[in-house]
């Protein structure tokens, strides 16, 4: 994890995965008998961190207990969508062959529902059942060779891809092609929601939430100053912060296509897929911060925004009145964009 201090600020800038980071005090607390509690480790691949107060008087929230509830919280959602245990129940229904169902959990289930209405929106493009097409290029948990395949191969595995071959029927999902799903692009979002929830449950009103870059604020921090993210530049050398936003009960995530990609005949392919074409996307869009009350939806949304590309993402944002941050390639170098909603929901400032 990097970090850095934020020049003429007296925060502490912590580095993340995919274009958020997280500004936090570095002082635990103000005099006031308030504390900031934080703790964190791995999941999902990545990392997740915590950051709560606990109020003087506070004895319901006990740091173990906390930290005790986030775990359970992971290792249960690890156990239902991972797509790198073969004994997760979504690996498990990615196994089986088409014409086939599988008895799946409340929470995959939503998840599914939640693919589909993304997929209609984006006419397609975005899907939750690109996973094929990811191992086919060398980006999924089984892809051998980051490469472009040939034109048959591409073909063959189109034939395996689309939210219309699964249904869900009752607490069944069900597909009449051999599809896998990959949750991906929401499961972090959904994990960052369903831990916000506890910490409300438990009395906890005043927290950062954050798993593999996917992160909900809510509350002030100790000292009475707003929880503070910063937006990277599409750098993969270093982490530079763009924008600096105030966050209080939204989710963020940011998606982009400059820290997995491979290169080819001078060609940069990324990892982020347009189901229609079976390809990484090749447009100049670099990176897509979303601002949503749901950090599922903010999460489904940044992959959807991306894939999309400057226009259409563009256009999509304004018609459902979507906080979008926008970083496009132009000639000289980044050009910046922002939706009316973000500059409404964001308190933003350079």
């Known amino acids: ?24 005090a570095v002082l635990s607390g103000c005099g006031n008998g308030d504390s900031l509690e934080s703790f964190g480790g791995a999941t999902m691949g990545s990392t997740y961190s915590i950051k709560y107060v606990r109020h003087a008087g506070q004895v319901d929230a006990a740091r173990v207990r906390v930290r005790s509830e986030v775990e359970g919280i992971l290792a249960e959602i ?9 004994d997760s129940d979504i690996e498990r229904f990615n196994a089986l062959p088409a014409n086939t169902c599988q008895r799946m959990p409340a929470p995959v289930l939503e998840l599914v529902r939640v693919g ?20 086919l290029w060398g980006f999924g948990p089984q892809g051998r060779e980051e490469k472009v395949p040939s034109a048959a191969a591409l073909a063959e595995v189109l034939q395996r ?14 597909k009449d092609a051999a599809v896998e799903v990959d949750f991906n692009s929401i499961a972090a979002g959904y994990a960052v929601d369903t ?27 100790p000292d009475g100053s707003p929880w503070r993210i910063a937006l990277e530049a599409p750098r993969d050398d270093q982490q530079v912060a763009e924008r600096i936003i105030n966050v209080d009960g939204y989710g963020v995530s940011t998606s982009g296509d400059y820290r997995n990609y491979f290169l080819q005949d001078g ?10 074409s079976g390809a990484p996307v090749l447009h100049d869009l670099a990176s897509v911060t979303v601002i949503h009350p749901s950090a599922l939806m903010a999460d489904g949304l940044s992959t959807l925004l991306l894939i999309l590309g400057p226009e259409r993402a563009w256009a999509y944002a304004e018609k459902h ?4 941050f926008f970083v496009i390639r132009a000639d000289t170098g980044f050009v910046i964009r922002t939706s009316k909603a973000f500059d409404r929901l964001s308190g933003a400032k350079n």
């Not at 925060?11 to 500004?23: E, H, I, K, Q």
């Not at 690890?78 to 073969?86: H, I, L, V």
């Not at 831990?195 to 996917?214: F, P, S």
């Not at 009145?321 to 979008?324: E, H, K, L, Q």
């Open 161 to 174: 891809v689309g939210h219309k071959h699964l249904r869900i029927d009752g607490e069944q999902l069900c």
């Open 321 to 324: 009145d979507i906080g979008a």
């Open 195 to 221: 831990i916000a929830a506890r910490l409300d449950a438990m009395g906890i009103h005043d927290y950062l939430a954050e798993a593999t870059g996917e992160l909900k604020a809510k509350g002030k921090k």
């Open 1 to 24: 994890m990097a970090v850095a201090v934020l020049q003429g600020d007296e925060d502490l800038l912590t580095g993340r995965c995919r274009g958020l980071v997280v500004l936090a």
């Open 116 to 135: 589909e209405q993304l997929s209609e929106q984006s006419e397609g493009s975005y899907d939750l059942t690109v996973e094929p097409l990811l191992n």
């Open 267 to 276: 060609r940069r392919y990324s990892h982020t897929f347009d189901a229609r």
């Open 78 to 86: 690890e156990r239902q969508m991972s797509t790198y245990r073969s």
